[in-house]
């Protein structure tokens, strides 16, 4: 069983956690009307210090998703951050963590809309290490599910509701004995992993798929971006990508701020490339860690540190 946090941001300030509790009839409870975050903090041991990557893109994010579904919020992108820091600093922590931001709508009433509600912020945090069991040689599966699409429930937006598609596809392709699952658009392009963009590897180019193919604009997706471009020097396309590039590939990776970077080497029972991690997938996880622990200098930008 996992621990519990010890505290939470709950109606303004930091309690306990068994104090942060909401009522039964809590319309987000109810219809799925909250937005939420998912940030990592990265403890460097020599420094002793807690990196929060990328805070002010996520919070960007973040609010932009609460804009999505009319929610009038009066937190800014800083006010977020502070509180991010002052509940890891509450929490003493000197490890990995998972940090988890939900804008819910709080009104306990019966209705199904977005106008005229109240929205609540909720934060915790958890110590954290891999999410894909396997993260480098994942075997994946196309599953059966398809992706939303932005005219039913956004998925440009972390909206809560949306993740039942998520889980409907996570479930699914476990349970079947994969490690995670690829799923297509309407038109059978295909969008993403479960909860991680996806990227693959051809002759030497790297493809992932645009904006407007019903992913989650990924912050890690952003990074891998400019780091293979700025420190590799490789060519980067968003194109859309059709299901057997899938299988033709020369390599297959999946990012996201749980995942990381993730090595899919299998994609149903057909291996990727040579059928392990390939050059430009290894060459990428190494950049990205030391950037996340703050060890590359040029983007410790990207890294808010928790401890003064
Ligand atoms: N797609 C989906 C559906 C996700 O839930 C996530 C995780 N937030 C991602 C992609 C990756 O986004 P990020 O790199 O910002 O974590």
Known sequence: MATLPKFAYFKGRIVPYSE????????????????????????NEEEEQLFIFRPRDHYKRFLLS???????????IEDLVQITKDLLRAEGHRTDVYIRPLLYLSDEVIGVRLHGLHPELTMVSVPFG??????????????SWRRIDDNMIPPRGKIA???????????DAELAGFDE?????????????????????RD????TPPVTDNILEGITRRTIIQLAREELGLPVVERPIDRTEIFICDEL????????????TRVDHRPIGEGKMGPITAQLRELFQQVV????????????????
């Not at 030497?204 to 493809?207: A, D, F």
């Not at 622990?293 to 003064?308: I, S, T």
Request: aromatic share 12%.
């Open 130 to 143: 891999t999410y894909v069991t396997n993260d480098t040689n994942a075997h994946v599966t196309f599953s």
């Open 161 to 171: 509701g949306a993740y039942v598609n998520t889980a409907l596809i996570k479930s």
């Open 204 to 207: 030497g180019v790297l493809i």
């Open 253 to 264: 990776f999946l990012t996201g701020t749980a995942a990381q970077v993730t090595a899919v």
């Open 66 to 76: 609460a804009k999505i579904l009319r929610m009038e919020v009066s937190y800014t």
């Open 20 to 43: 942060a509790k909401v009522g039964v009839l809590t319309h987000a409870l109810h219809y799925g009307t909250a937005v939420f975050g998912g940030l990592r903090g990265y403890w």
């Open 181 to 201: 699952a690829l799923v297509l658009t309407q038109d059978g392009h295909v969008s993403e992993g479960s909860a991680e963009n996806i990227f693959i590897v």
């Open 293 to 308: 622990r703050g060890k590359h200098p040029k983007y410790r930008h990207w890294l808010e540190p928790v401890y003064e």
